[in-house]
């Protein structure tokens, strides 16, 4: 009987520590892609630059468990404020740009990103995942370029918009 009982405990005691591991890879899985959102964020600009770094050390110091992307800064309310809601700014539609203009000259096939042309406001919103890899899949030099807002002219910022990408 006693043997019984001690079997059980143990078996009880393996089945919580496996639990607890579980539950552990979880966390580290939820970590990877809070930290992947938050290079997202930098890269597309939905921060401006002098924003980013406080958000970052917030974000290391564990007061965001989540980050939500939404179209506009009206979108953004009434979240708990344990959420960073974070929306596209002009220089995300300026990059947004970079991107439409390089995939026409290169005559890039973005479909196995699951991603149609031209690359909207929706697609860096919605399918977030899918222009982080289309975005990863350049060397840092070019990803440096295509996310420089700078490269986009008055002129050529109001001829994308009025073709309703943003």
């Known amino acids: 009987m006693k043997r ?3 079997f059980s405990v143990c078996v009880i005691v393996i ?6 591991c579980s539950n552990n890879g979880n966390n580290e899985e939820k970590q990877k892609l809070l930290r992947t ?5 930098l890269n597309l600009h939905f921060l401006e630059y002098y924003e980013y770094f406080p958000v970052r050390e917030d974000f290391l110091n564990g007061k965001y468990k989540d980050i939500i992307f ?3 800064e009206e979108e953004a309310e009434g979240y708990p404020e344990n959420v960073l809601v974070t929306w596209p700014t002009e220089n995300t539609e300026k990059i947004l740009i970079n991107f ?3 995939i026409l000259l290169r005559e890039i096939d973005i479909t196995p990103f699951s991603l149609t042309n031209p690359i ?3 697609d860096v919103v919605e399918r977030w995942e ?3 890899d289309f975005l990863n899949g350049f ?3 070019l990803r440096n370029h295509l996310t420089n807002p700078s490269y986009v002219t008055e002129e050529r910022y109001e001829e994308w918009k009025e073709k309703g990408i943003f």
Request: proline share 0%; glycine share 6%.
């Open 4 to 6: 019984a009982i001690s």
């Open 15 to 20: 089945f919580v520590f496996l639990g607890g």
């Open 37 to 41: 959102k938050l290079t997202y964020i």
């Open 70 to 72: 939404v179209y506009s």
């Open 100 to 102: 439409n203009q390089y």
């Open 120 to 122: 909207t406001m929706e």
């Open 130 to 132: 899918q222009v982080n």
């Open 139 to 141: 060397t840092d030099s």
